[in-house]
């Protein structure tokens, strides 16, 4: 027997036995027998579990979502002879919402004289805003401590959907209104983006749970997530009592930022490498506008005490061409598979306040161990 076979056999054997722990927690729920029972309502394909095993794993990264739990920041200030304009704090949103927010920042520059603007950050926000500006007709300069590659944006999932934007129970009525605008604003861009070559395509969602009505999840936005619906037990092959469906996009953030760092430069754009200590620094700068989009810099720079690290974990796979669906929820945390053109990757992680930048074996197991049991219903 081959090397892969012993290890297909012995992969096979573990999902087995998982499968067996998950019926046997599932009580009475009943699940269809094998993924070719379970009819897709938008695929023709067979429906496959991805291989997930520790020791496929090719990567664990963390990152620092930019949360605010009153919501994220769109206004203007005068700053001296300087206007500024800050636009950050979408937690886990960020490629969600960048386009609407970005809409939203600059129509505050709308009857300024000056057309020469600095803005201060290269992540999704930063690329964003800088190119809405140079349509607007303004000569833009973006001043960065980190090059995109190497931003928070490029270690985002990249699922379109609101997730951890917001505290909803402490939010007010005024965000909730600028939520909406910007992710309808959004919603619309990145559509007429779509393709290969910003990353963008629709895939299959479908969201395990054991709650029959509808969720915070979709919320405002539920009409935004195309062919939704529900199965019941027994319908679907998940070990939770109900299964939601839609359509959602995937965006993949290396191919978005990239091409749109690329579009950036055609569009004559300058990029200057430099960190910043204080706000003095930053009003140092020639250009009379500035645009704050430094996610969690808002922090230090200008004193934005609500900002907040949200530490995620992500366990990167290598691709697999077979799972063309993604999955949200179906345990405890934040779980979610993306299969992306460049990696698979499982999360489950919001951890609000907590500056560590290590992954956590501990994590790295749950994670692992929670999906498997999710899966296991489907053949691999």
Aim: some cysteine; overall charge neutral.
């Amino acid at each position: 027997m081959t090397a892969y076979k012993r290890n297909l056999r012995r992969d096979l054997l573990k999902t087995i036995g998982t499968g067996a722990l998950a019926a046997s927690v599932a009580g009475c729920v009943s699940m269809p027998s094998s993924g070719a029972s379970f009819k897709r309502p938008h695929s023709r394909k067979p429906m496959y579990a991805p291989r997930i095993n520790h020791e496929n794993v090719i990567r664990e990264v963390v990152g620092h979502r930019p949360y605010r739990p009153a919501g994220f920041v769109v206004r203007s200030e005068k700053l001296g002879e300087k206007v500024v304009v800050h636009n950050y704090g979408h937690g886990g949103s960020g490629i969600t919402l960048c386009w609407g927010s970005s809409a939203l920042a600059v129509r505050e520059t709308l009857g300024m004289e000056h057309r020469e603007v600095a803005v201060i950050g290269a992540g999704v926000m930063g690329l964003t805003s800088a190119r809405l500006l140079q349509d607007a007709g303004w000569k833009v300069t973006i001043y960065t401590r980190d090059m995109p590659r190497h931003t928070t944006s490029n270690v985002a999932g990249g699922e379109w959907g609101p997730a951890s934007a917001h505290d909803p129970d402490l939010s007010s009525d005024a965000f909730k209104s600028q939520l909406r605008f910007a992710g309808r604003i959004s919603h619309h861009a990145h559509t007429n983006l779509g393709g290969a070559n910003y990353g963008i395509r629709w895939m299959e969602l479908y969201r395990p749970t054991n709650n029959s009505g509808r969720d915070e999840f979709s919320g405002i936005f539920a009409d935004l997530y195309p062919y939704e619906d529900i199965l019941g037990p027994g319908e679907h092959p998940f070990s939770t009592d109900y299964c939601r469906i839609a359509m959602t996009m995937m965006i993949e953030p290396g191919t978005f930022l990239r091409r749109v760092t690329k579009d950036f430069y055609h569009a004559g754009g300058k990029i200057v490498v430099r960190s910043f200590v204080d706000k003095e620094e930053l009003l140092a700068l020639n250009e009379p506008v500035l645009f704050n989009c430094t996610g969690m810099g808002a922090r230090q720079l200008f004193g934005d005490e609500e900002m907040i690290p949200a530490k995620g974990q992500l366990i990167f796979f290598p691709p697999d061409p077979d799972i063309d669906y993604l999955t949200i929820g179906g345990g405890a945390s934040n779980l979610y598979m993306f299969s992306r053109s460049d990696v698979l990757l499982l999360g489950g992680t919001f951890k609000p306040g907590d500056w560590s930048t290590q992954p956590e074996p501990d994590e790295t197991a749950r994670i692992i161990r929670e999906h498997q049991r999710i899966f296991s219903g489907l053949p691999s």
